[in-house]
């Protein structure tokens, strides 16, 4: 048992449920009674979403639209970037969308000084966008993954590659 543990926490968005969502938003803009023939759309932009409608009011529910899909896939409403609504010409209303990838370093510094903060026996380490936590128990692991769950950070955290 005295081989090291580890786990990384990372924040991540699959960009393919996030497209399957996108899908599904356009279908159903197409066939609610409140939005069709709105010229109401959700569209990519690199990799962000830019919603379109035809006045802030239709914005709000294609906006609802999309976070109910988002939240069907598993997609975290955290880990979604929403700016302000913009007036374009002619009175139709725009929003951009950014998804959160990876910890910032600021996330990430938060997250360590959680970790150490509960005093337990084991090193986080910032490597890139993700942190690397080890230790020899894996008792201690778990419990720090129940640390950074019930602590909101203010975007999705994933624990992957326990080991």
Not at 21 to 32: F, G, H, M, S, Y
Not at 70 to 92: F, M, P, W, Y
Not at 137 to 151: F, H, W
């Amino acid at each position: 048992m005295a081989s090291e543990m580890s786990f990384d926490i990372v924040s991540k968005v699959d960009m393919q449920e996030a497209k399957n969502a996108v899908e599904q938003t356009n279908k159903e803009i197409l066939t609610r009674f409140d939005l069709k023939d709105t010229k109401s759309e959700v569209k990519w932009d690199k990799s962000d979403l830019v919603l379109e409608a035809k006045d802030a009011h239709k914005l709000k529910s294609v906006n609802e639209i999309l976070d109910s899909k988002c939240l069907r896939r598993g997609i975290s409403l955290k880990n979604l970037d929403k700016e302000k609504v913009e007036e374009a010409l002619g009175g139709t209303a725009r929003q951009r969308i950014r998804f959160k990838q990876g910890l910032s370093s600021e996330i990430a510094k938060e997250v360590v000084k959680e970790i150490k903060s509960s005093k337990l026996k084991v090193q986080p380490q910032v490597q890139g966008e993700m942190v690397r936590v080890s230790g020899k128990s894996r008792d201690d692991l778990q419990e720090v993954i129940q640390i950074l769950k019930n602590k909101d950070f203010g975007i999705d955290l994933q624990f992957t590659n326990y080991r």
